[in-house]
Nanobody, 120 residues
Framework: QVQLVESGGGLVQPGGSLRLSCAAF????????MSWYRQAPGKERELVAS????????AYADSVQGRFTIWRDDIESRVDLQMSSMKPQDTAVYFC?????????????WGQGTQVTVSP
């Protein structure tokens, strides 16, 4: 059974930093592109950052470029998101996402989400 378990969410002041971590279980981690999504109240879920499986190429949403960093540890089957210079508009539930890249419609898995709140 595949599980993505997020941790690290919480309350942070504007300008502060927070690190999210996602541990993957039950899958061959190196076959998956790993991503972080977020969903704010009343808004659609959006892609925040992703990191490819083989190349480790990274991509970021314009709104977080230069402030957030994604990386993965293929030994520990973990993907982290370091968030810095945080803004109130970063407030959202953050979800870990895994996509099997071996097929066009490879399997997709989601974590349960972790709340991030940026407020004075």
């Amino acid at each position: 059974q595949v599980q993505l378990v997020e941790s690290g969410g919480g309350l942070v002041q504007p300008g502060g930093s927070l690190r999210l971590s996602c541990a993957a279980f039950g899958l061959t981690f190196t076959d998956y592109r790993m991503s972080w999504y977020r969903q704010a109240p009343g808004k659609e879920r959006e892609l925040v950052a992703s990191i490819d499986d083989f190349t480790h190429r990274k991509a970021y949403a314009d709104s977080v470029q230069g402030r957030f960093t994604i990386w993965r540890d293929d030994i520990e089957s973990r993907v982290d998101l370091q968030m810095s210079s945080m803004k109130p508009q970063d407030t959202a539930v953050y979800f870990c996402h895994a996509q099997d890249t071996r097929a066009i419609r490879g399997a997709v898995y989601w974590g349960q989400g972790t709340q991030v709140t940026v407020s004075p």
